[in-house]
């Protein structure tokens, strides 16, 4: 149940998804992560299937297929969804977000908690705008927030210069030496290499890098203003998944979050990392979620 599907919405945007799993099953939304973009969710489809769960997968604005809005904010995310569910003729539902999806996931909670039964986070961004300091940051979120607040002219330039080299795709003989260069958690570098995995992870990543540098850069611009609410504002069931060898955001980062949501249920798993949690760990993730 693949192919690129179109909701049609004001002035001639589009919101583009793509389904996976069961057509028929219970209906969760995925959350891509940054930069990703809709294919991310091919990570769910074997285990979907099984367990009969419809997985829809929407591009936020300006990512890969969907139409590019400059000035959109996080709170703009939940009419767009509600645009997308209301199109399926699906009543209420659930969402699972993957890392940069998180924040996605939560303003949706809190904007139509009626309709939202649950929401499964694997990896989630936490509010940057709330930060002391960079501690516990993969060391790259470190550097963007620093451009960001210090020098945010430069950020246009640096992601168009980016782009060409984020948006080739390495041939599958290079690909060992590629995940040598990221200096990888080992638990994230071995679950990488299967081939499945790599394409859902970095073939979504170059759709969003082929579509707008500018896309992008809007959506990676979001995490760093302030979302608009309260973590405690999510009071729909959350559950909370989180490697200890994370290094993308400390686990520290995500227990101190954990404490804060009115209902969470959170699993800090050991010896899996920011990648090998959600690529090791779905089927589990999505059984969870069916089931609350």
Known sequence: MHGQNIVQLHDGAVLVFEEYGDPDGVPVIFCHGWPSSRTMAQLTDEPARSLG???????????????????????????????????????DFRILAISGGAPYAYATAVAIPERVRAIAIAGGVIPFAELKDFKGLLPLYRWMLAFYRNRPHLLRPLFRLAQPFLSFRAPIRLRPLLLKMLLLRPCDAASLRDDAAFEAIFESQRRAWRGSAEGVMIDAQIYAQPWGFAIEDVRVPVRLWHGIEDRAFAVRLAEEIANRFPNCKARFIQNEGHYSLPIRHMREILEDLIAV
């Open 53 to 91: 769960i419809r997985i829809i997968s929407p591009d936020r604005p300006g990512i890969s297929g969907s139409t590019m809005h400059v000035d959109r904010k996080l709170s703009d995310w939940p009419s767009l969804l509600v645009r997308l569910v209301d199109d399926l003729e699906i009543g």
